[in-house]
Structure formats: structure tokens, C-alpha cells
């Protein structure tokens, strides 16, 4: 049986979306799109408002898509969703970061924030 949808990207809403873009670009090494497109092909066409979505993805091609969305409202409540890094805590809590829960007893990693307030968790690597 086909799956009536597939994965295609993941979207991060951010107040600031610019600035999120960036952040997320410098803690998992991912650039902006347009910078690769740019890069690829010489000749611009119209350059995207700076109030549109960022795309952001992983130069080596092996991480998803992301879209660092503008919206209007602050985050308020838990995420339903998150996403896991692997990665160093203190390096993401130095770059901006905050700690939402430490690793303890119950839980092998620590759950971190972004400057927005979405929670990632974040795992030591191997």
C-alpha cells in the first residue's frame, strides 16, 4: 500500500526569523540555501523579501530541508515536536542556548532551548 504523504521539510517558526536562521546555521553547520544556489548559479533572480521563510540546509546534502519561518506570536507553550542534535551542550549553551532539563538518572541527554524557546534535545556524540 502507498503512504498517502511522504517527508519533505521541517519548519521552525521564530519571531526573528533572520536571526534564527543564522543560529541554526552556526549550531549544526547548515548555510542558507540561496547561499549554495548563489554559489551554483552566477545569475540572481529576484532576491526573496526579507520578511519570506529561510531555507536553510546541510552543505553535505545529508540533513533535511529547514524553513526558519516568520510569525508574529511568541512561543508560549512545549513543543508537540522537537528534533534531537548531536552535539556539545556547553558549546550550544555558550552560541545562546538555554537548559531546559539536564541529563539526570531518567533521561541520557540534555533538552535545550533555542533563542526563541523551541526545545531541542541534544546527545553527547558517541
Known sequence: MTAPARFKDLCLD?????????????????????????????????????DWPVPIVDPAGEGPLMWIVPVPEFKIVKNRMHFDVVGDTAALLAAGATMVRAQDDDIEWDVLADPEGNEFCVFAPE
Open 14 to 50: 521564530a519571531r526573528d526569523h533572520q536571526a534564527l536562521a543564522d543560529w541554526w546555521c552556526a549550531a549544526i553547520g547548515y548555510v542558507r540555501r540561496d547561499e549554495l544556489e548563489e554559489a551554483a548559479t552566477p545569475e540572481e533572480d529576484e532576491p526573496r523579501p526579507h
